[in-house]
């Protein structure tokens, strides 16, 4: 654990060294295959100090961090090609997956709140600073308020936890609290983070105005804090839980369908996927609020696999708007002429993301639709409404992009580059070899 902190700590000058930029790319490879290794074969399990230790869940969701952080910088060639501040484009990066690390390590709640809120600032400079248009000041502006005004509540709860109990350790933790203004206190902020649906708003506006690194970050780990935090704090919240995840549960499947018909009335291939990933969560979400073994297991994997897949999806757009210079469907037409290549990995991470087998979707889907029907029989129709348009907005999307007469010339062909295949398949290899090693993500309770 140590020697991780130490290592992010000591590459952040490394940044700023002019043609360290590769170097820096190199050894995020390096520390995430290190973090694997020494966490499967070694005792890397359990505390390293009062401070920061790890379990199953958070073994994970770092892995994760430090994957997506590395394919952000693959991804992100073109700040290193035109120079554009790339030395605190890096700077950034690094630090937001010191914070990341911080965050999923934290065995205090009051130092998990800490980097919790820490993660905003670095992904709020990528977005202002490494944005395409003057819209995403008002896209920063969303992100900061709604986060920022739901974790307030938290830091109260937080306080009223350590009035009662004495300690914020999470190991020591095992009170029953059955109080309605102190179990909206602790679960606000993380609804926010998901996002549950009625407070999502900020997620399409920040997906949409953020640099291709900026979404991946954002949809690859940044929506994940909300639903470990869950994990985390329903622990204490068991009582109130029972009495009162009927809300939210319904919230998000009606939500999750809603949302899912708003995505196949869009034409900007960013927001597209945006939206799906509320409806991904959505569904996550009612997962956890079941309180079942199924139910946190099940939306835990699916959070794994909706990361490396939205992240991949969000590459294949940026790679289409590096040519064309248009997010719109009505422009990327016909991509099949265009960039022959790579409609097979357009192919294949849509249909991920449709929670076809053999993805880590699939697993996930089918432990949260169990998880949901046993909760309740009624939330069938939500469900069966909610896969049928998951499945449909995953095909619009691929067939509006690829199928069609090419827009803006019809012999232009362009190839991609290498590094966009590796970045593609470095997704979606993850993402369907993980199945093969289920009970990581299904028995880790």
């Not at 649906?197 to 994940?224: D, Q, R, T």
């Not at 998951?390 to 992009?401: D, K, Q, W």
């Not at 295949?421 to 299904?442: A, R, S």
Request: net charge neutral; hydrophobic share 55%.
């Amino acid at each position: 654990m140590l020697k991780f902190i130490f290592m992010l700590s000591f590459m952040i000058p490394l940044c700023f060294i002019s043609n360290f930029w590769w170097l820096v790319q190199s050894i995020l490879y390096l520390m995430a295959f290190m973090f694997l290794m020494s966490c499967t074969l070694g005792n890397e399990f359990g505390s390293l100090s009062y401070i920061f230790g790890m379990d199953v869940m958070s073994f994970g969701l770092i892995l994760l961090s430090f994957w997506i952080c590395a394919l952000m910088i693959t991804a992100s060639e073109s700040v290193y090609h035109y120079k554009y501040y790339n030395g605190m484009f890096i700077f950034m990066v690094v630090f937001l997956l010191l914070m990341l690390f911080c965050t999923f390590s934290s065995l205090s709640l009051f130092s998990f709140y800490l980097f919790f809120e820490g993660s905003l600032i670095p992904t709020l400079f990528l977005i202002l600073g490494w944005g395409y248009q003057p819209e995403r000041l008002q896209a920063g502006i969303y992100l900061l308020f709604y986060t920022l005004l739901a974790s307030l509540p938290l830091l109260v709860g937080l306080f009223n936890l350590y009035f009662l109990n004495m300690s914020l350790f999470i190991p020591l933790m095992n009170m029953n609290i059955n109080h309605l203004f102190f179990y909206l206190c602790l679960i606000l902020a993380f609804l926010v983070k998901m996002p549950m649906f009625m407070v999502h708003l900020w997620l399409p506006k920040a997906h949409v105005e953020a640099p291709v690194s900026g979404s991946m970050i954002l949809a690859g780990v940044l929506l994940k804090l909300g639903g470990y935090g869950l994990l985390r704090v329903y622990k204490l919240l068991m009582m109130s839980g029972l009495k009162y995840n009927f809300v939210w549960v319904g919230i998000s499947l009606v939500g999750g369908v809603l949302v899912s018909l708003v995505c196949l009335r869009q034409t900007d291939l960013k927001a597209l996927i945006a939206y799906s990933s509320v409806a991904h969560m959505g569904i996550a979400l009612a997962g956890v609020m079941t309180l079942s073994y199924w139910g946190f297991c099940s939306a835990y994997t699916l959070m794994i696999a909706h990361g490396l897949c939205s992240s991949g999806l969000f590459c294949l757009a940026n790679i289409s708007y590096e040519r064309l210079g248009s997010r719109s469907l009505l422009i990327n037409k016909g991509l099949m002429n265009f960039m022959p290549s790579m409609t097979l990995w357009w192919f294949l991470l849509s249909s991920s993301n449709m929670a076809a087998p053999p993805s880590l979707n699939l697993l996930g889907e089918i432990g949260l639709l169990n998880s949901i029907v046993s909760w309740t029989w009624i939330s069938m129709f939500m469900l069966m409404l909610l896969s049928f348009f998951s499945a449909a907005y995953s095909l619009y999307l691929y067939s509006y992009s690829q199928h069609g007469e090419i827009y803006s010339g019809i012999y232009s062909c362009s190839m991609g580059y290498l590094r966009e295949y590796l970045l593609l398949f470095l997704h979606w290899f993850p993402l369907n070899m993980l199945i093969l090693k289920g009970d990581l993500c299904m028995l880790w309770l």
